[in-house]
């Protein structure tokens, strides 16, 4: 039993049972529920302030938020809707900003990103964000803050990363890339020729553990997560290995199928840019 600080009985105090009970009755969160991190937004606002060379006075409005009514929230005058809002309904709200001429720089899932309604420019960044309720989706954005259709923002892009990298590593400790010679193998590396199918089998009198070479042991670095020092037999088998996962990620590329515009679509294109006379 436990006493709370007024001197009351806590029933179910430090019970996980009934924790997990209650937790079923908890709101599910969705793909709406993606959060953005303080410190993306601060970076997707920072670039929307310098690329559209917005004042200082402009009014910044977030109007989503749970529970809100983006419809009926009171936008001052010569705003900029600068916000994350729910991926559902992205079209109605991206229709009625255009109505009422309100202007918008909208976060939207990459995959969908050009369905939305014409008149916007699609901005492809494609980064992958890591949202506050732990969903990772890759990112872009849609606005009518400029005229033209489909457009990249590396800067946008190597902005958002940085902040999200920072997120990430928070969360978790950074794994460093490195790349080994054909006498050590890991955990990762056959991991990645398992991805392509790749048949691979170490004996243990071919192999001796290893937690980090000599060379990383007087950088203060190690191999993640261990790995082994191959025999010279066991280091040309790896190299095989090497090759057919490189061959088939190849064919993987090859074997993609490729769509061709046909004669109707050719003429569209020769026509695009033309000076119209009227």
């Keep these: 039993m436990q006493i709370d600080d007024k001197g009351q009985v806590l029933l179910f105090g430090d019970n996980p049972e009934y924790d997990a009970f209650l937790g079923k009755f908890e709101a599910k969160k969705t793909t709406d529920d993606c959060y953005t991190p303080e410190n993306v937004y601060d970076a997707v606002l920072a670039w929307v302030r310098t690329e559209y060379e917005l004042p200082e006075s402009t009014p ?5 938020w749970p529970g809100g009514d983006f419809e009926h929230f009171d936008y001052p005058a010569g705003c900029v809707v600068v916000d994350n809002p729910p991926f559902s309904i992205r079209a109605q709200i991206i ?3 255009q109505r009422r001429a309100i202007r918008f720089f909208l976060f939207s899932p990459a995959l969908t990103l050009l369905t939305m309604r014409s008149g916007v420019c699609h901005i492809a960044t494609g980064v ?7 969903a ?26 940085a902040a999200n990298r920072a997120n990430l590593t928070a969360v978790k400790k950074h794994v460093p890339k490195y790349t080994y010679p054909d006498y050590v193998v890991t955990a990762a ?19 001796v553990g290893v937690g980090a070479l ?3 042991r007087r950088a203060g670095k ?25 061959e088939r990620a190849a064919a993987e590329r090859a074997a993609a199928e490729i769509w061709k515009l046909s004669e109707r679509e050719k003429q569209i294109v ?4 033309k000076e119209r006379v009227l």
């Design 60 to 64: 910044i409005v977030r109007p989503f």
């Design 95 to 97: 229709d009625i900003y």
């Design 128 to 134: 992958s964000i890591r949202y506050e309720n732990g």
């Design 136 to 161: 990772e989706v890759n990112t872009s954005f849609v606005t009518n803050l400029e005229d033209c259709t489909l457009r990249t923002a590396p800067k946008l892009y190597e902005a958002i990363e």
């Design 189 to 207: 590396i056959a991991q990645r020729w398992c991805r392509y199918g790749v048949e691979y089998r170490l004996q243990a009198q071919d192999c």
């Design 214 to 216: 000599d060379a990383q």
């Design 222 to 246: 190690k191999i993640f997560g261990y790995g082994y020092l191959l025999s010279e037999r066991a280091a040309a088998e790896r190299a095989a290995a090497e090759r057919a996962a490189a």
């Design 270 to 273: 020769s026509d695009l840019g």
